[in-house]
């Protein structure tokens, strides 16, 4: 009952004037990134890192994830109404919720991703409360060994999962890790791969990175097609009928049990949770036809599914430091930014700081309900915002937004350039979010890995002789293999490939 | 087939910088484990990465954009150069407003563009020059 103490405490923190204040910031930027159809949560938290600069770490976090949970919510609106998904998250929705709004339910599919979003995403954030104390206590006993063996799994899982072949996905992997040896390397003072530039040797800023990657890349993707908006369905009447609300609830407690499972797999994306929450949902109808015409389990599931995994993302990130999806690791890149160790250790040395960011995860959930039962109307009308309007505005703020870290025109080059790389990335499914994944984790890596080595006596097999790693390891091996199979015998699935965000 | 090329050019180069560095330190391994290491995997990885875009026929060449799509990814490209040199030259005010107006002027009329343009930028120059308290770079005429 410890947890409930300290969560009390951090309620403390989140409600204090400020914090409430980038909470509602934060969701309010989230919803509208998920509203809109050219920019998704990575490109959206990225983007906005440098705003948080200037301000302490727990209301940096605080805003940082309410875009993330944010745009969940949000992500849904356009889908139901004009058919477009506002993120990948969403797309499954379109299909029964575009449905429901062509028969004039749109009100009520809005209103049923509303509720079920508020009951995935309150469990999920319930799961952080109790599990994470537990789960941090059991992960300090990890050493060097166990650490490197996790980041392991954990990047072979995101190999495995996403995109198209898995020599791309390990291709990706590398070329992040390289990039993260850029610099001063901290252990030996050895200067690697800085061509002689000076702005190199403390290796490339994350942020630049990553905006680069994530947002640059988007833009430039989206000034390829014309983008154009369908007129809004009009929204009646929020609340199922009555004989609906048993398949309804039954529908989101199912997808909150399983977006809040997968969200603790590192490299299963929140798309993962709704796709998969769809396809239960239709196994377990007792008429599976309805699926595809409006049936109402088929916005309820997924998108309960896709908030309870952002919330379930979360544990991993908090008791283990190890992100699950590609904007958990640019929030991840956000707390190394802000002085925070993401890992075990955080429960214990900055207690303020992670109650106080859950706290807020709950209060965030609760305006986004209000925000979309009674204000969903005025969500559709931003929608409606012209991409040409916005797409200029994106790119200066995210100009003026890197060269604000450190004043300096150097970081914008290097965005641009990054920009670019992730641009031909997207285009050559090579997954961008493994190269982000290995960069952040990459210092954390080699330490290990060489900490590891070091204290061993018989080199590599260190990994394998203490239980826990061992485990891990040879867990990782078996996924890598089957992923590897599979990908010869082409029996990946498409779905996955097409919505890496 | 070209990306695995050059990804294949790109390991090498990061393999032969990475022979410079020790591989093995004063306790274990050196600064050069890692580096030899992945970029090594990486040149193997490549390779296959080759194998399989020649085999599979329907590869990149369908997947990049042509005609008026791949003009508008090069305009915003050579848009966002352009802005990143005439910065420190014209400043942020008149860089910025240039580089608004340019994007937008394909696609509304020239007088909202120019109005919009200068309305952002200066609410841009505001927000971070004033409050978040950013040198945003000058021209040499201080402006």
């Not at chain 1, 789960?135 to 990047?155: I, Q, T, V, W």
């Not at chain 1, 807020?360 to 959930?365: D, E, I, L, P, R």
């Not at chain 1, 204290?455 to 590599?460: D, E, I, K, P, R």
Request: charged share 10%; aromatic share 10%.
């Amino acid at each position: 009952m410890d947890s409930i103490a300290l969560l009390l405490g951090g309620f403390e923190h989140a409600l204090t004037l400020w914090n409430l204040l980038y909470c509602l910031i934060g969701v309010s930027i989230g919803m509208f990134v998920g509203v809109l159809p050219g920019l998704g949560p990575v490109a959206g938290t990225a983007l906005l890192i440098p705003l948080t600069f200037g301000m302490e770490p727990t209301s940096a976090i605080i805003m940082l994830s309410g875009i993330f949970y944010g745009s969940m919510y949000g992500g849904t609106i356009t889908s139901v109404l004009i058919n477009t998904p506002g993120e990948s998250a969403s797309v499954i929705t379109c299909i029964d919720g575009y449905q429901m709004a062509k028969q004039g339910r749109a009100g009520t599919a809005l209103g049923v991703s509303a509720i079920g979003s508020f009951i995935g995403g309150v469990t999920a954030i319930l799961g952080l409360t109790f599990l994470g104390p537990p789960l941090a206590e059991f992960a300090l006993k990890f050493g060097p060994p166990e650490y490197f063996s996790l980041l392991l799994l954990g990047l072979i899982m995101l190999v495995g999962l996403m995109g198209k072949s898995v020599i791309r996905g390990l291709i990706a992997a590398c070329f992040g890790l390289m990039l993260s040896l850029i610099g001063m390397d901290p252990v030996s003072g050895a200067i690697r791969f800085t061509f002689g530039q000076m702005e190199l040797l403390e290796g490339l800023d994350f942020v630049v990175v990553a905006m680069g990657l994530f947002g640059i890349s988007e833009i430039l993707l989206n000034a390829e097609k014309h983008m154009k908006m369908e007129k809004p369905s009009t929204i009646q009447g929020l609340l199922p009928e009555r004989h609906e609300w048993k398949p309804t609830l039954s529908a989101i407690g199912r997808g909150t049990g399983l977006g809040f499972l997968i969200g603790l797999i590192p490299g299963a994306n929140s798309v993962i949770a709704s796709i998969l929450s769809y396809s239960l949902e239709k196994k377990v109808a007792k008429d599976p036809s309805r699926f595809g015409k409006g049936a109402i389990e088929g916005v309820a599931g997924p998108e309960t599914a896709n908030n309870a995994h952002s919330g379930a993302a979360m544990i991993p990130l908090f008791t283990l430091g190890i992100p699950s999806s590609p904007t958990v690791a640019v929030i991840l890149g956000a707390f190394i930014m802000h002085g925070l160790t993401p890992g075990p250790a955080l429960f214990q040395n900055n207690p303020d700081f992670v109650w106080g960011v859950i706290a807020s995860m709950f209060v965030g959930n609760l305006i986004l309900l209000i925000f979309n039962l009674p204000l969903a109307r005025v969500w559709a009308k931003i929608a409606m915002v012209p991409y040409e309007i916005l797409f200029p505005l994106i790119l200066i703020l995210s100009v003026v937004g890197v060269y604000s870290i450190n004043s300096s025109l150097w970081d914008v080059g290097m965005m641009i350039l990054f920009g670019g790389i992730g641009y031909l990335m997207k285009k050559l499914d090579l997954p961008i979010a493994a190269t982000v994944l290995t960069f952040v984790l990459g210092a954390q890596i080699e330490s290990t890995l060489l900490q590891s080595l070091a204290t061993s006596q018989n080199g590599l097999l260190i990994f394998f002789e203490r239980p826990i790693s061992g485990v891990l390891l040879t867990l990782g091996c078996v996924i890598l293999v089957f992923s590897l199979i599979s990908g010869i015998k082409k029996r990946r699935s498409t779905l996955i490939n097409d919505f890496e965000l | 087939m070209w990306a695995g090329i050059g990804v294949s050019l790109f390991s090498l180069t990061f393999l032969l910088l990475s022979l410079e560095f020790s591989y093995t330190g004063p306790a274990g391994p050196g600064p050069g484990f890692m580096p030899i290491w992945i970029s090594g995997i990486m040149l193997v990885l490549s390779l296959f990465y080759i194998l399989e875009s020649a085999r599979d026929k329907d590869g990149t060449g369908e997947l990049m954009p042509r005609g008026a799509a791949l003009k508008s990814v090069f305009f915003v490209l050579v848009c966002l150069v352009l802005y990143l040199i005439l910065m420190p030259i014209l400043g942020f005010i008149a860089a910025s407003v240039l580089f608004l107006f340019t994007l937008f002027v394909r696609h509304y009329k020239w007088h909202t563009s120019i109005g919009v343009a200068v309305v952002v930028t200066f609410l841009l120059f505001w927000l971070f020059g004033s409050v978040l308290n950013v040198d945003l770079p000058e021209s040499t005429f201080g402006w």
